[in-house]
């Protein structure tokens, strides 16, 4: 691969670092699930405010309606996969809400097919059935724990289905909108969802900690600047399903971070069905020239643009 196409993978593998960090973060910050995303968002877009006021205001006039309202579909999105992944975290281990929301390729490749008539291949249908079986035996082994750990894996099921929503709307936009400007518009609607919601629940928006603060901070460049944004930047080279994919990998870092901070243990069912969701998935990408092609593909069609 030459280096234009080797730039975006790279950009993803550090994405995929960053966000493993994000599940250990939320479990050391005492305050609601809500609270928490706010502020992740909100410092995120503080942060990088100068930035786009400096370079990229001037884009907003050229705005397609269309991307106008997918960035702003793809912000509410965001907004409440943090709320519902957040809240699964309160319920079940790092392990098994990592597993489930990041099984992003059914969804991602379910999507693509629906919005945008990506073909599904046999090898896919045979990857995802195996995922299933995978994230089944994850929750059915915390069903057998306790209620309330299967009731974090369902939150943690649709907080999959709602940030791979927002990954597919982005990839859409990002053709013709800068990642500044893209990265802006979203993160900025996703901090407004999330004042009403907190607004409207009668959530405490001060009186925390020093600590608490900090990691809210560290929520906001580690995951976000470092993680999301880096997946941003590549989803104008990359499609949704190959950053889903490599997404998978976060799990691993996840748990072994928990192992350590929480002494969190995994039990047979985690450890098996998390073998099986990766092996699973990771059959859509054994043949890595697929990969190849779909971001030559796009960075051809980058530069006739």
Request: some cysteine; glycine content about 6%; hydrophobic content about 55%.
């Amino acid at each position: 691969m030459n280096k234009e196409t080797v730039r975006p993978l790279i950009a993803i593998m550090i994405g995929v670092i960053s966000v493993s960090t994000s599940a250990i973060m939320v479990k050391l910050i005492e305050a609601d699930s809500g609270i928490i995303a706010f502020y992740r968002m909100l410092f995120s877009v503080l942060l990088m405010a100068p930035a786009f006021l400096i370079r990229n205001l001037h884009e907003l006039k050229t705005i397609q309606k269309r991307d106008w309202l997918f960035s702003i579909i793809a912000g509410v999105f965001l907004a409440f996969h943090f709320i519902l992944w957040f809240d699964s975290l309160r319920y079940t281990s790092v392990a098994s809400s990592t597993v489930l929301v990041t099984l992003q390729p059914l969804f991602a490749i379910a999507g693509t097919f629906i919005f945008f008539k990506e073909p599904i291949y046999l090898k896919t249908v045979i990857a995802g059935l195996i995922a299933i079986i995978g994230s089944v035996l994850i929750s059915w082994g915390d069903f057998k724990v306790g209620g309330l750990a299967f009731y974090g894996d369902l939150l943690a099921l649709i907080a999959c289905a709602l940030v791979t929503g927002y990954m597919l709307f982005g990839q859409e936009v990002r053709k013709r909108v800068s990642l500044t400007t893209y990265t802006i518009l979203v993160y900025t609607t996703s901090t407004v969802t999330l004042l009403f919601y907190n607004l409207i629940r009668g959530e405490s928006f001060g009186h925390y900690s020093a600590m608490t603060w900090f990691w809210f901070l560290m929520l906001a460049i580690v995951p976000n600047l470092l993680g999301h944004n880096l997946f941003n930047w590549a989803l104008k080279w990359v499609s949704a399903n190959a950053i889903s994919i490599a997404i998978l990998f976060e799990p691993v870092g996840a748990s072994i971070l928990a192992y350590f901070v929480f002494k969190e243990s995994l039990t047979a069912t985690q450890v098996l069905g998390g073998i099986i969701v990766i092996l699973g998935i990771t059959l859509f990408v054994i043949d890595i020239s697929k990969v190849k092609k779909i971001i030559s593909k796009k960075l051809l069609i980058t530069e006739k643009k």
